[in-house]
């Protein structure tokens, strides 16, 4: 018998997919809110030449391998959207996907007679009746018509919601500038990598062609259009990559080989929140092997890059910033690109704008000219987030914390809602899968949460143990990085599955989880 009970899911990219087609298989009927005209999230709007930055054994949906025409380890974008649009087809999600539908807002509605102060909850319900949906609240959302020439809007109310709108779009991340020395100084053109994704291959080239480019950032987008740029361009314009702080980047090669090594016995070498005194103990007599493999690949890295003679050596560990799910892929011909001088690295803590170019902060040559800036410095994701929330006190519970989220999709404090896509990892397909089959276990009453102070006092547990390794690159959505079985092994439990998913204990200590181990996730009688 198909619930009663309406959900909506927020957006139409990997997590909302997959939320999508698990709630289906439990009998519910979703509708998903897309703002675009095309599934696929983030992938549907980023450069061309982007691939992916896991071996796509680890990035793909656990009863839905690649086509066996994709041979690369590392597919591309346009492989990747591919899968995503078979995907969606292979499982009857498309009908589901109102296209063209912006939620601009979310407010959730207390029935008269259940108006009890929701910060005196014990329990996302003020009953324990038709849990895990309240009987005394639902959530009005609000969708505007993008496509419409005169845009209406039409409500919603529904019982439960599932955010899955992203951390990458929508609020880009810029540096704050004095008066007169941001952007508004420059004669030439600014921008963000999302804008310079959105443009296509031809806007993109008419855009940068033999033009000097600024790239501003170190992580994964900043890189990808650096080197993009460069091989437009050549060394008569070359591209520059301006960066405040050198991250290790890794080899196609090597990430493929340590993400085949993520074994159980790799995470006995890592603390875990609340472990006790045998675990602790055999973490403490392990943790120097993980330790000493960082200072080995940081060597390895110094020996086959020329990190040094373009100041690039990192002043953190690899652990540090693995932990931090800052660790991109370096494309093959990047130093190839810097060495031939279409390619120049330079690094500041800070700029300022001029008429001509950017002042940059230290070093005898401060001046630099420059035609283009290309921001790709991140997004907003915490105030794009907060902003969906027409209440303060939701507003609030989101912005005045630094506590992980429950198994990192649940606020304890913002009832009958879930959060999808904002855990960081090394595969969020991976991760996100996970949690859209935990949700919907939960949402079919398979299970019940804790109480919502055992859920914050889980959170902080976590926030304790993720701090010692990433220390002040610490954010509550980076918690499972270093712990992905682990994690894969509470939300089993709270399934009632077993969580020991290989046929015999030499491979479930060695041999290295990945989505297809967890397929068919049977609960237990």
């Not at 930055?53 to 590392?74: N, R």
């Not at 899968?83 to 087809?89: E, G, P």
């Not at 091989?231 to 340590?258: E, I, Q």
């Not at 976590?462 to 509550?476: F, I, P, V």
Request: with cysteine; hydrophobic share 40%; charged share 20%.
């Amino acid at each position: 018998m198909q619930p009663k009970q309406r959900v909506v899911i927020v957006g139409a990219g990997i997590s909302g997919l997959v939320a999508c087609k698990h709630l289906i298989e439990k009998g519910f009927d979703p509708i998903v809110f897309e703002a675009y005209g095309t599934v696929g999230g983030v992938w549907s709007r980023t450069i061309e030449s982007t691939k992916l930055q896991t071996p796509k054994q680890l990035y793909q949906f656990s009863d839905f391998p690649w086509p066996a025409s994709v041979k690369e380890t590392f597919p591309g974008h346009e492989q990747v959207m591919g899968y995503l649009d078979l995907y969606a087809s292979r499982f009857g999600i498309l009908p589901k996907i109102k296209f063209n539908c912006k939620v601009t807002r979310i407010n959730y509605v207390v029935e008269p007679g259940n108006a009890e102060d929701m910060s005196d909850w014990q329990t996302w319900s003020s009953s324990s009746s038709d849990w895990p949906f309240s009987s005394g609240g639902k959530w009005n959302v609000v969708v505007q018509d993008t496509a419409a020439a005169c845009a209406g809007v039409e409500v919603y109310q529904v019982d439960f919601v599932v955010l899955c709108i992203g951390k990458f779009s929508d609020l880009p991340r810029v540096p704050e500038f004095p008066l007169k020395e941001g952007p508004e100084a420059f004669e030439g053109k600014v921008l963000h990598s999302m804008d310079y994704a959105v443009m296509g291959r031809g806007l993109a080239a008419a855009l940068t062609r033999e033009k000097r480019v600024t790239v501003v950032g170190s992580q994964k987008s900043a890189i990808d259009i650096a080197v993009e740029v460069a091989k437009r361009n050549g060394s008569r314009y070359p591209c520059t990559l301006l960066f405040k702080t050198a991250h290790w980047t890794l080899p196609d090669y090597l990430v493929a080989f340590m993400f085949r090594n993520l074994s159980r016995f790799v995470e006995f070498m890592v603390h875990k929140p609340g472990e006790g005194f045998f675990l602790w103990l055999l973490t403490v007599l392990l943790s120097p092997l993980m330790a000493m493999f960082s200072k080995l690949v940081e060597t390895y890295l110094r020996w086959i890059y020329p990190l040094k003679k373009y100041d690039m050596v990192p002043d953190h560990s690899l652990i540090e910033q693995f932990a931090s799910c800052m660790t991109p892929t370096l494309p093959s011909n990047f130093y190839h690109a810097v060495e031939g001088g279409s390619l120049v690295l330079k690094k500041s803590p800070s700029f300022r704008f001029c008429h001509t170019g950017l002042i940059l902060d230290g070093g005898a040559h401060s001046y630099h000219p420059t035609d283009a800036v290309i921001f790709a410095t991140g997004y907003e994701s915490d105030r794009k987030l907060k902003s969906i929330f027409s209440a303060n006190y939701f507003q609030k519970c989101l912005a005045g914390s630094s506590y992980p989220l429950y198994r990192e999709c649940i606020h304890p404090r913002i009832p009958q809602l879930a959060i999808l896509g904002y855990a960081d990892s090394p595969s969020v397909l991976y991760t996100t899968e996970m949690r859209s089959k935990w949700l919907a276990q939960f949402l079919a009453g398979q299970f019940e949460l804790p109480t919502i102070r055992e859920m914050e006092d889980e959170a902080r547990k976590w926030e304790r143990c993720m701090r010692r390794y990433a220390r002040d690159k610490y954010e509550r959505y980076r918690v499972s990085v270093m712990l992905q079985i682990y994690c894969n092994d509470q939300l089993c439990r709270d399934m009632r599955c077993n969580p020991r998913r290989k046929n015999s204990l030499l491979a479930e200590l060695f041999a290295g989880y990945g989505p297809s181990d967890y397929e068919n996730l049977i609960p237990e009688s």
